[in-house]
């Protein structure tokens, strides 16, 4: 399908699951990777064909819009095919700077550990000013107010150098979320 909706086209770095999760999450994943394509917009993502992952890039792809996948060496059987790029990196390091680099903003979906690490690995970057893109976290069915809780208390608490909203903000909404991140 070719992309109907115009905008300026965006690298979106999107951190998810790789696991095959409940239809309220899929659901979701599903209408933000379809706003991405349509709108033209290019996946950078981890490039596993598993779970939320490909939840992701099968909307996209479907949706007319690119894929970029940047697997690590350990996880190169997993590789989509037909992804408009792949990078292999050698290390998980090597391989979430390299999808920060490859992105112009960054869309946290649900996901477990993997997701947290990327997820605050690119915020401690940002903390420090090593970067300045948009980072939205996509709080489907609630699943990160937890998150959200910890985080303003640091914030209020003066955890935080810079102001939580200067870091990331929270969208309850797929739309919501791209436009959270000028898409
Ligand atoms: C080995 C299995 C699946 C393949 N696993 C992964 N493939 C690619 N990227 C992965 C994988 N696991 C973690 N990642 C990265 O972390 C995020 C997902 O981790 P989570 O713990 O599931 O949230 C994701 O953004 C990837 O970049 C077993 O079937």
Redesign the pocket.
């Known amino acids: 399908m070719e992309p109907t909706d115009s905008a300026t086209p965006l690298n979106v770095c999107v951190?998810?699951?790789?696991?095959d999760l409940d239809e309220v999450y899929t659901a979701a994943a599903r209408e933000f990777a379809e706003l991405l394509g349509r709108r033209g917009h290019t996946l950078v993502?981890?490039?596993?064909d598993?779970?939320l992952?490909k939840v992701m890039a099968d909307g996209v792809q479907d949706a007319g819009g690119r894929l970029v996948g940047i697997?690590v060496e350990f996880?190169r059987s997993?590789a989509r095919e037909g992804a408009d790029e792949m990078i292999v990196t050698a290390s998980l390091a090597e391989r979430k700077a390299l999808l920060l680099e490859r992105a112009d903003a960054v869309a946290v979906l649900v996901?477990?550990?993997?997701?947290l690490d990327?997820a605050t690995d690119i915020l401690e970057l940002k903390k420090h000013g090593m970067h300045g893109k948009s980072v939205v976290v996509l709080n489907t069915a609630g699943f990160y107010d937890g998150l959200k809780r910890q985080l303003q208390r640091m914030d209020a608490e003066r955890f935080l150098p810079v102001p939580l909203d200067d870091l990331c903000t929270f969208a309850d909404r797929p739309d919501e979320a791209l436009s959270a991140l000028g898409g």
């Open positions: 951190f998810c699951s790789a696991a993502w981890g490039g596993s598993v779970g992952m697997t996880l997993r996901g477990g550990t993997g997701t990327e």
